[in-house]
């Protein structure tokens, strides 16, 4: 199966079609893919003071900048100063980049395949934000991916909660036990936390201790549910038919034809209370939320 990216360049441009790691291979490793999912990638970028790198493209992309500073599109010439600790939500497209900066850039982001699945959660999904919301705390999402941080002091840990998949980036810590499961149990899993380690974590319930001696601070990229037409084309049907054979043939002829005081009683009352109770509760709609910082 293909893997590829829905990528933003035009036919023709610099860099259109090519992907970051491709464009770059070789080159000091400047792009390099850090772990991998069914449905993404995670991927570093480190672009030293002085350097550039090669034309590219990218699909839109979920990035946090761990070290920021300041950057030259070279394509447009256009100039960017670039804040340290800020997720930004990138939109697809292809340039090259040159940092102009004295310090060196460091960003790690992540690019969804175009034809990537998602693990399937087979629990309710309680993300951490909602049981844990000082623990955990979100950055930036849109309707397809979050970017949130995770801090915990040594020896706390959360409640049991819930992913689809996501990636983990460790920014601090030194010990982190995991305990799989929609309970904590006697089973549990050691993670070898230290700054630049990452992970790729499929959907599923689980709760988080910090074992080591210090914070442990972490970044998590996180899938959001994917969006299931079927479910608007099967509920359409089922409001129609039923509404529209029991309130109008019984009630319009009988009423118009015949005497006005025999006929109004009659209608009224059987019309107002057959139609409304069944077609509320058929109802339904889902709402996305969308918010960039
Ligand atoms: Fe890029
Ligand atoms: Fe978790």
């Not at 849109?142 to 801090?151: K, L």
């Amino acid at each position: 199966m293909s893997k590829g990216f829905v990528f933003g360049g035009k036919d023709g441009a610099e860099g259109a079609g090519v992907d970051c790691c491709t464009a770059n291979a070789g080159k000091n490793e400047v792009y390099k893919v850090l772990c991998e999912l069914e449905c993404a990638r995670l991927v570093e970028m480190n672009l030293p003071a002085g350097q550039g790198d090669e034309p590219h493209d990218h699909p839109i992309h979920h990035m946090y900048v761990i070290q920021g500073g300041k950057l030259k599109e070279e394509l447009s010439g256009n100039e960017m100063d670039l804040p340290d600790h800020q997720a930004i939500i990138m939109p697809a497209g292809n340039h090259k980049i040159r940092n102009i900066g004295e310090t060196d850039v460091k960003i790690v982001f992540v690019e969804p395949y175009a034809n990537g699945t998602q693990n399937e959660l087979k629990c309710e999904l309680i993300l951490p934000q909602t049981v844990a919301p000082t623990m955990y705390k979100t950055l930036a999402e849109d309707e397809t991916w979050s970017v949130y941080t995770m801090e915990m002091e040594p020896g706390c840990e959360d409640p049991p909660h819930s992913h689809l998949d996501h990636f983990v980036y460790v920014l601090e810590g030194d010990g982190v036990t995991i305990y799989p499961g929609e309970q904590k149990s006697d089973v549990k899993k050691e993670v070898p936390f230290a700054f630049g380690a990452a992970f790729p974590v499929p959907a599923g319930p689980h709760c988080v201790q910090n074992t080591g001696t210090t914070k442990c601070k972490a970044l998590v990229f996180e899938v959001k549910p994917e969006a299931k037409p079927e479910a608007k084309v099967e509920a359409k049907p089922e409001i129609v038919p039923e509404m529209k054979p029991e309130a109008e043939p019984e009630a319009k002829p009988e009423a118009k034809v015949e005497t006005k005081p025999a006929a109004e009683p009659e209608v009224k009352p059987e019309v107002a209370q057959k139609t409304e109770p069944e077609v509320k509760p058929v109802k339904k709609k889902k709402s996305g939320i969308c918010t960039l910082l």
